[in-house]
Nanobody
Framework: QVQLVESGGGLVQAGGSLRLSCAAS????????MGWFRQAPGKEREFVAA????????YYADSVRGRFTISRDNAKNTVYLQMNTLKPEDTAVYYC?????????????????WGQGTQVTVSS
């Protein structure tokens, strides 16, 4: 069983930055593809970014491309989401997720493990 624990959320002004972290345990980290999703109040959970096992491939939602960067440190069993130029519409609970696929995964239903989420609030 894989455990995922997110951290780094908080309150930030528009235009500011935050870095989310997700620590994984319970499986060899390099066997997991990783992703970030978010859910705003009253909305469905949506894909944000994903990274392959080897770090060679990444993919972003159009709404965050150019502002957010996903990365992973396989030595630390941790995946990161660097969020720059934050906007009020980025306000959401952010979830880390892991999958067993050997590719970048965008579809939520292909993720097997989920963290509890961390709140990000961007004030205008």
């Amino acid at each position: 069983q894989v455990q995922l624990v997110e951290s780094g959320g908080g309150l930030v002004q528009a235009g500011g930055s935050l870095r989310l972290s997700c620590a994984a345990s319970g499986r060899t980290f390099t066997s997991l593809g990783m992703g970030w999703f978010r859910q705003a109040p009253g909305k469905e959970r949506e894909f944000v970014a994903a990274i392959s096992r080897s770090r060679s491939s990444t993919y972003y939602a159009d709404s965050v491309r150019g502002r957010f960067t996903i990365s992973r440190d396989n030595a630390k069993n941790t995946v990161y989401l660097q969020m720059n130029t934050l906007k009020p519409e980025d306000t959401a609970v952010y979830y880390c997720a892991a999958n067993n696929q050997d590719m970048v995964v965008i579809r939520e239903n292909l993720y097997d493990y989920w963290g509890q989420g961390t709140q990000v609030t961007v004030s205008s």
